[in-house]
């Protein structure tokens, strides 16, 4: 049984780690983090843990936090971790950083698109992108994980065979995405009150979103030339949920057949990437609460284009489901231990 450590338990991220951990039968937690409540019952923050966790609240003292456990998940504002983290600990512990601040290789990008000077730029080469599909191996031998965003997820698993497999031309791509606003965190922000966000739907961050450098560095990897797409998000009156529709030119004539065939070959064996069946279409209800992601295809010919799509839970296989994911290839355990949930519907 190993320890874990959460910095930021007390945020939506965070507590979905909670709730993964708690089921987890290779992982305790043993260090429930916050700013706010320090002293203060974890249940009281989060009710639907009452007489479930009893432990109060601790301080982000990350120092002290290595010598007592095996993995620290920082699922805080971008900056602190990389504020925070030295060698010291990586010497102690294996960390996880949900937020962005080990993702991108270069530094001077991360600092123009997030406005923050890097502060531990150290770290940025060894730090491996936590995409587990298509990064298992490095993941395994990895003292720093760089948690993928949640777009940046559900788009890459969207986009990368066909891309890799060089049917489709990188830079025509463009990425219309949907976001629940679970996705924008749990503290007050007047564009994320129910008043302006229910019976409404809004692009935010058009031409602009920080996910953009993270989401084209990783189709760069895969096309094997630099990338540049037009990625807009929405915010739609939901909990929970990401849904992405991926436009691109094709580069050749093919068949319905052979896309399908590559998409298989990527994610047949993958237990939570689901290439779903012929003309369905992925919902984000078909994968609420899971670990699950649902990926298919259309060919237009009328256009020469494809259109892919993706749904799935932004908190789970967009934050904490991946996290636990990458824990598990770090310590060895089985990939879904932890992630057994079936999706849940209504
Ligand atoms: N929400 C999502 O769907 C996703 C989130 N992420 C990333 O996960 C991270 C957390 O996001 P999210 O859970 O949404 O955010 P929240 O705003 O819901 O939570 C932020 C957490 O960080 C803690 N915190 C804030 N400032 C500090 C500080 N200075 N020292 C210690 N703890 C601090 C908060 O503590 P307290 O509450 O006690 O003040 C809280 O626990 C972010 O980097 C985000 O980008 C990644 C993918 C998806
Ligand atoms: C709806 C909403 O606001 N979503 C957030 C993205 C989710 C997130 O927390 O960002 P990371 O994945 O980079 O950690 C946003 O657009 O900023």
């Not at 502060?119 to 990895?142: H, M, S, T």
């Not at 219309?176 to 008043?195: F, H, I």
């Not at 990926?295 to 996290?323: C, E, S």
């Not at 879904?336 to 519907?345: A, I, T």
Request: charged share 25%.
């Amino acid at each position: 049984m190993i320890k874990a450590g959460i910095i930021g338990a007390t945020g939506y991220a965070g507590g979905e780690l909670v709730r993964l951990l708690l089921n987890h039968k290779e992982a305790e937690i043993a260090w429930y983090g916050s700013r706010s409540y320090v002293d203060q019952r974890y249940s009281s923050v989060y009710q639907n843990m009452f007489q479930i966790v009893d432990a109060k609240c601790l301080d982000d003292n990350m120092e002290q936090l290595a010598k007592e456990v095996d993995v620290i998940f920082t699922a805080t504002p971008q900056g602190l971790c990389a504020s925070l983290i030295n060698e010291g600990i990586l010497s102690q512990a294996k960390v996880i950083d949900l937020s962005a601040d080990f993702r991108i290789k270069d530094r001077k990008t991360y600092e123009q698109w997030y406005n923050l000077e890097h502060k531990a730029p150290q770290f940025i080469e060894e730090a491996v992108y936590g995409l587990c599909e298509i990064n298992r191996e490095d993941i395994k031998k990895a003292r720093l994980i760089a948690n993928p965003g949640c777009y940046p997820t559900c788009s890459t698993l969207s986009i990368y065979p066909l891309l890799k497999e060089g049917i489709i031309d990188g830079n025509t791509v463009i990425i219309d995405a949907k976001s629940g606003t679970s996705g924008a965190g749990r503290s007050a922000k007047v564009a994320n009150l129910y008043c302006e966000v229910n019976e409404n739907i809004k692009a935010y961050g058009v031409a602009t979103h920080r996910h953009t450098p993270e989401i084209e560095e990783q189709l760069g990897y895969a096309a094997g030339y630099p990338i540049h797409i037009n990625f807009t998000p929405h915010l739609v009156p939901m909990n929970r949920g990401i849904l992405v529709t991926a436009y691109a030119s094709l580069k050749k004539e093919v068949t319905y057949e052979e896309v399908k065939a590559i998409y298989d070959a990527y994610y047949g064996k993958e237990q939570f990437v689901r290439v779903l069946d012929k003309d369905v279409c992925p919902e984000t209800k078909w994968v609420e609460g899971s670990n699950y992601v649902d990926v298919n295809f259309k060919l237009d010919p009328r256009t020469n284009r494809v259109i892919m799509m993706g749904a799935m839970d932004n908190l789970v296989k967009g934050a904490a489901g991946q996290a636990v994911q990458n824990m598990n290839l770090m310590f060895g355990f089985a990939e879904n231990e932890g992630l057994q949930g079936v999706p849940m519907f209504p």
